[in-house]
């Protein structure tokens, strides 16, 4: 069993080692509030110097995260190595973990590169409305992982850039203008061509649908009930969506006005008697 004497011989090799490592302590949380607040200040520097400058949106973002996450890890060094971890420990001990961390990380080195490739190739912008791995949305921001995106209910979908880079991706925003296709069933006794005739006078009257290339009207299927009509113009991408929810709603007040039927699901329920 351990005696007075022993206790006291432990206690005071303790205070030792705490008064022999406390400069150091002090001097690398020192380093660490000191150091933080400059990355922080770094990383403004770097926002105002993309801000003056005219830039890629896309470009400013990667960049920014870039920066930041190296400027944190080389604070984070600089800490450890004042704490008494030698450099060539140090590196030994990275050298050591790197092969671990590259098979641990491989999904955040495959995003980088895709994030790299993003940039290089720019299959899109920031600003950008974009179709891709089952996500609609705005592109918001592009970082050195991930890609962001504001989808039409305002939620923040956020994509891997290595799955992003690798699969099917549809800009919307690639061409300035698009061409939307509308499909209309009239039933088998409506006159087909007052029904185009409308729906090309409902193309003239919108603003935002261009007159070249002019719209037009074809008889795509005579289904079972109905006689399937289908409408294709072209508007220009801020105008689209207004254009098409605006022919879709004068289509049914124009064609109910004229007598044309629009053909919709019934069932006949007969009852003997």
Known sequence: MASFSDYQEYLDQGVDW??????????ATIILIVGWWIVKFINRLVHKFFQKK?????????????ISIALKLLLFVLVITQLGVKSSSLVALVGAAGLAVGLALQGSLANFAGGVLILIFKP???????????????????????TKLNTFGNQLAILPNGQLSNNNIINYNAEDTRRDKIDIGIG????????????????ADQAGILKDPAPAVYVGELADSSVNLTL????????????????????KLRFDKAGIEIPFPQI????KA
């Open 124 to 146: 899109f912008k920031v600003g950008d409305f974009i179709s891709a791995q089952g996500v609609d949305g705005t592109v918001k921001e592009i970082t050195i992982f991930t």
């Open 54 to 66: 005219d830039y890629d949106l896309a470009l400013e973002s990667f960049l920014q995260s870039f």
């Open 188 to 203: 088998y006794s409506s006159n087909i061509k007052k029904a185009k005739d409308i729906l090309l006078e409902i193309c």
């Open 268 to 271: 006949d329920v007969h009852q």
């Open 232 to 251: 294709r113009f072209w508007a220009k991408n801020e105008d689209f969506w207004e254009a098409h929810f605006k022919v879709i709603e004068e289509t």
């Open 18 to 27: 705490v008064m022999e490592i406390l400069p150091n302590l002090i001097t």
